[in-house]
């Protein structure tokens, strides 16, 4: 007999016909999910699945991992090169070497003509390591740029920084399993159920079998703040701030953590006296959280047996970024949460292999996390390679954010976009139009021929899609994980190893060199460069020599450090508080707030807000090609304040045009108390959305845009002609 739902809607899982599981790592966040793809009987991948004994995600998936096989043979795909002269002409088909030809030719001559640097790299964090490890040979010890550097600038560059600046080095050093041992866990700008919802699902977990307090710091009412049992509605930008207060109390009430700030740390007077004068009277009026709900925070995380901290792009995207992340680990520096479990500071990453690109890419210096700043790495690596030490550059060159500007001022003439769609991305499309429009000649390589950059490229190049390759990412926790060729590539598609490996024969240097051709050559090299002695005389903390492929498998991923020698990797760093800066100690950092933010005012009296939905991934290269991603999230939309909807006379799925100061942008309304009155906020994935609008001031440290943090207003529209553009701009 059937029942209720079952009787009337029954739940069909269509039998796609698998004959066969294959192993990869998910190609989308940093969470790391484990998965197998089911092939049907013709090799097609039709599925995937969860990976049960997989220790990030134990047979879990979000919808964008669920959904995952779909982007494979997704429509526009890239199939074959492209080239043609100028970007308004039509593309032509041509053959891999004509492509590769045409391209080093292009990039000899622009560098002969105007100097090595007038080539600009801009990767990703979307290749495998081995890729990264490969594309960095060629950028740093071929072709010479040192104007190289990856998408990463846009949302991890702050975390990179602060831990840096902290603790003498890259490298998030908590865990997952932190989440089951700490007692009080604060996040700061992230919204993690849609952000990285496995994640989420672990912590909830934890929480649930061991309740602790959880504090979300987030202007918005976001997923994370509605589950959270206090949340502060934070003023946008004045983070700093806040993590200043909270020093302040701690250190003003005897709740810091004495002997470890002893022990292993510098700067702490500095740091004691700065924040005297963030007493929280002084900060709730600058970050609009109430001055006892501060006190009572600083007391409940300080007094906590274990306290963590996490956090994304609210702190990140921010001109206090780096400041702000440094802020986050003063105060767990001061309260002794580094390096114990359910202690830490732990930046959640973005992209599936952001972590690969810090660790092995040499964007911003040389792989391993050695510097060009340091003679002693240029020789080593250059020993290695076998390129002059003399070839590489003394410092590292512009970020990416900088890479655009110069592109306008006439320094750089050509640009290799790798995996990455900064027309989309980027702050102020209408700059980054006229800077591409500038250029002498591009090439874009991506898996997607219609990704939206290529308007503006001279040379496509096809490559292959995630699991059509092979290799490893890195998740957030440092954990290193295999993505198997699950299928072959996409008609002439090509991974992007081959691509690097072919494009290096077509200089002298690049002939000379080793580019091995498998992934797993490639980590055989990572591996034999990884071991080391850090600044500190210790070893060095990005060590894989103790992993190979077979355990990286049978493990479902393992945590670097793994030292020759080692039966598995490492699940936290600095267990022992000594930091990766000569003495060994931490750095406190006494870090003045300045007000320095495009703020609302009487012309553009919304703060602007963005970030992510649970259904898309960053610009939808990917996403935008799954049916039920955009049957759940088809458009962008915008949401404001109910009284303020109500006071400019817009209604509910009303067409409105946003403005501020850059250009202006037409998005759907959605009326809601999510976010404040003075507030709008808008998904960042969408094409000609949001970043027509948005600012993009610099982090001074990490050169990271402040998308959160611009002024806006609204305008009514006509409604009929507003949904006719939408839909067109939809149908690109
Ligand atoms: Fe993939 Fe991230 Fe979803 Fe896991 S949480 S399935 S890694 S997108």
Known sequence: MLFGRRKKNPIILRDKGVVEWKYATCGYCSTGCAMEVGLDAAGNAVTTRGVADAPVNLGKLCIKGITEAEILRAPGRGTDPLMRNHSYEQWQTVDWDSALDKTASEFKRVQERYGRDAVAIVSTGQILTEEFYTLGKLARGVIGTNNYDGNTTLCMASAVSGYKRSFGSDGPPGCYDDFSHTECLMAFGSNLPEQHPVIYWRLKEAQEKRKFPVIVVDPRVTMFAQFADIHLPITPGTDLVLLNSLAHVIFAEGLADEDYIAQHCNGGEDLRELVKRYDPATAAKITGIDEDMIRNVARIYARAGAAMSIWTMGINQSTHGSDGVCGINNLNLITGNIGKPGGT???????????????????????????????????????????????????????????????????????????????????????????????????????????????????????????????????????????????????????????????????????????????????????????????????????????????????????????????????????????????????????????????????????????????????RTKTGKVGNCNKYSPTAYMEINTDAARELGIEQMEYVRLVSRRGDAVVMAQLTQRVPYNMVFVPFHFFDCVNRVSLGLLDPHSRQPAFKQAAVRLEKVDQLEAARLNRELRAY
Not at 357 to 385: D, I, M, Q
């Open 345 to 619: 500071s732990l930046s959640i990453t973005g992209q599936c292999n952001a972590m690969g690109t810090r660790e092995w890419s040499s964007c911003s210096g040389l792989p391993g996390y050695r510097a060009l700043e340091n003679a002693e790495h240029r020789k080593e690596v250059g020993e290695f390679w076998g390129v002059d030490p003399a070839f590489f550059p003394e410092k590292r060159g512009l970020f990416m954010t900088d890479i655009f500007p110069a592109i306008e001022s006439g320094e750089i003439k050509a640009l290799w976009l790798v995996a990455t769609n900064p027309l989309t991305s980027m702050p102020n499309t209408t700059r980054i139009r006229k800077a591409l429009e500038k250029l002498e000649f591009c090439v874009v390589q991506d898996a997607y021929a219609d990704v939206e950059s290529a308007q503006y490229a001279n040379v496509f190049f096809p490559a292959s899609v995630w699991a059509e390759k092979d290799g490893c990412f890195t998740n957030t926790e440092r954990r290193v994980n295999r993505v198997t060729p699950v299928t072959a590539p996409l008609a002439n598609s090509k991974p992007d190893l081959w691509i690097f490996n072919q494009l290096a024969k077509r200089w002298e240097q690049g002939r000379t060199m080793k580019f091995p051709d498998t992934a797993a050559q490639v980590f055989e090299e990572m591996r034999a460069l990884s071991p080391g002695t850090g600044a500190n005389g210790e070893p060095r903390i990005l060590d894989l020599s103790g992993m190979d492929y077979d355990k990286l498998l049978s493990q479902r991923g393992i945590q670097w450090p793994m030292r020759e020698g080692d039966e598995t990797g490492t699940a936290r760093l600095y267990t022992d508080g000594v930091f990766q800066f000569a003495d060994g100690k931490a750095k406190l950092l006494a870090m003045e707030w300045r007000d320095n933010n495009e703020k609302p005012d009487s012309d553009f009296p919304f703060w602007l807000n963005s970030g992510r939905v649970v259904e898309h991934f960053h610009t």
